[in-house]
């Protein structure tokens, strides 16, 4: 059993940065993780995913360039560094671990985090 808890998010301007954090209660070595979001309205969508070594990271084309994903495992922590923000990039931001190889689909997490809400002012 992994327990997943994101840092607070917050409210930034438009070009603005703003890092979470996720820190888990196990050992989360055996989990690839990864970061979603939602939007009011939307279906929850794929952000960043790192593989449980952390040598390998895919993110999804909205935010390459922007948003970079890392982890640090003896700290049982995965972070998401946001750059340049948009107002596009308002969501709810979940963190979850896979025991799967690194993947985009919701489906293959298991654990999930509480969420945490990220606004973008323009």
């Known amino acids: 059993q992994v327990q997943l808890v994101e840092s607070r998010g917050g409210l930034v301007q438009a070009g603005g940065a703003l890092r979470l954090s996720c820190a888990a209660s196990?050992?989360?070595?055996?989990?690839?993780m990864g970061w979603f979001r939602q939007a009011p309205g939307k279906e929850r969508e794929f952000v960043a995913v790192i593989s449980r070594s952390g040598i390998s990271t895919y993110r999804a084309d909205s935010v390459k360039g922007r948003f970079t994903i890392s982890r640090d495992n003896a700290k049982n922590t995965v972070y998401l560094q946001m750059n340049s923000l948009r107002p596009e990039d308002t969501a709810v931001y979940y963190c979850?671990?896979?025991?799967?190889?690194?993947?985009?689909?919701?489906?293959?997490?298991?654990?999930w985090g509480q969420g945490t809400q990220v606004t973008v002012s323009s």
């Open positions: 979850a671990a896979s025991p799967t190889a690194s993947s985009i689909r919701t489906t293959a997490y298991d654990y």
């Open positions: 196990g050992r989360v070595t055996s989990y690839s």
